[in-house]
């Protein structure tokens, strides 16, 4: 799974961070099992989707 961030910050107090996870879409299970009460079959839980955002953030406390 690949996650990258970048951000700025300046001097006025404001600050900018652009971030992703699972940027290439990569789908696994994170855990497997047998399913109840239906023999031979196999339950799983799969990873988060890729997700991106921006968030800001200012100090007002300067």
């Known amino acids: 799974m690949f996650n990258a961030s970048a951000g700025m910050s ?11 996870r699972n940027l290439f879409d990569d789908e696994y ?3 497997a099992f047998p399913s109840v009460a239906q023999a031979g079959s196999f339950s799983g ?3 988060q989707p ?3 955002g921006l968030t800001v953030k200012y100090n007002f406390e300067q």
């Open 29 to 31: 299970l994170l855990s």
């Open 45 to 47: 839980y799969p990873n």
């Open 50 to 52: 890729a997700t991106y």
């Open 10 to 20: 300046w001097d006025n107090g404001l600050k900018f961070n652009l971030w992703g």
